[in-house]
């Protein structure tokens, strides 16, 4: 039990937006094999995905305890049903993440740090995305 005086510790995680799927920057990829637009969000720091998208993944949905919270940019909160681990592919390449499962309006929010971490130069004149090895979009 905490102490009166203390409170607990959530930490928040951001979302910086939720599309309609009409605008944003998408990346086209496969999750666990199953084709995927992906959005890319410059403003998260957590890679989310729709629940009704992760039903259809062969992975299981973890309990994530209430202590973290997703907020977007106004604000808003983002309630969590769970976290599961999955297989991202671009072109030959793939790389093993866990994602937040939510409820949201794109399927899958891709973080900018997942794209730094694998060193993916998102190319806004040329409209692609190239990793160190191969042109993606």
């Known amino acids: 039990m905490l102490p009166i005086d203390k409170k607990p510790h959530f930490e928040v995680l951001q979302i910086s ?3 309609d799927g009409k605008n944003g920057v998408f990346i086209e990829a496969f ?3 199953i084709p995927c637009r992906m959005i890319v969000d410059t403003g998260a720091n957590v890679i989310i995905t729709r629940q009704e998208f992760a039903q259809h993944l062969d992975g299981k ?3 994530t305890p209430p202590c973290i919270t997703l907020q977007t940019v106004t604000g808003d909160k983002i309630q969590i049903i769970g976290k599961m681990n ?3 592919r671009f072109g030959n390449a793939s790389y093993d993440h866990s994602v937040y499962v939510v409820e949201t309006a794109d399927n899958f929010i891709l973080e900018l740090d997942f ?3 694998y060193n993916f130069i998102l190319d806004f004149k040329e409209n692609s995305l190239n990793s160190v ?3 993606v979009t």
């Open 115 to 117: 794209l730094k971490k």
């Open 61 to 63: 949905i973890l309990w």
């Open 31 to 33: 999750v666990n094999e």
């Open 133 to 135: 090895s191969e042109e």
């Open 86 to 88: 999955i297989k991202i």
């Open 17 to 19: 937006s939720r599309s």
